[in-house]
């Protein structure tokens, strides 16, 4: 069964910093890209960050560009994002997500249709 499980969000001040970890099982984590979206109270669910399936190619929301990297850990089945200078906009829910096809990469990747497998999701919460 496939499942996804993020971890490593809670309350930061601003200017600090916190890496998220998504971990999958029931599937091989290699033959898929990997999405991180996030969802702040009253808004839509968001783009942050994309990791191809090799891991060469990555995009981030223009927002986050030279804070956040993504990156991931084949072998230990998990795609991480490091969250740097964060800022009180950067609040919310933060999902990883999967398609449904296996060697496939997503195009636009932005936007949340074309994820089948979704997180729980774990809060960041960036306040003074």
């Known amino acids: 069964q496939v499942q996804l499980v993020e971890s490593g969000g809670g309350l930061v001040q601003p200017g600090g910093s916190l890496r998220l970890s998504c971990t999958a099982s029931g599937f091989t984590l290699d033959y898929y890209p990997i999405a991180w979206f996030r969802q702040a109270p009253g808004k839509e669910r968001e783009g942050v960050s994309y990791?191809?399936?090799?891991?060469?190619?990555?995009y981030y929301a223009d927002s986050t560009k030279g804070r956040f990297t993504v990156s991931r850990d084949n072998a230990k089945k998990t795609v991480y994002l490091q969250l740097n200078n964060l800022t009180p906009g950067d609040t919310a829910i933060y999902y990883c997500a999967m398609p449904g096809n296996p060697r496939h990469e997503i195009s636009p990747w932005y936007r949340d249709s074309e994820y089948n497998y979704w997180g729980q999701g774990t809060q960041v919460t960036v306040s003074s």
């Open positions: 990791i191809s399936v090799s891991g060469d190619s990555t």
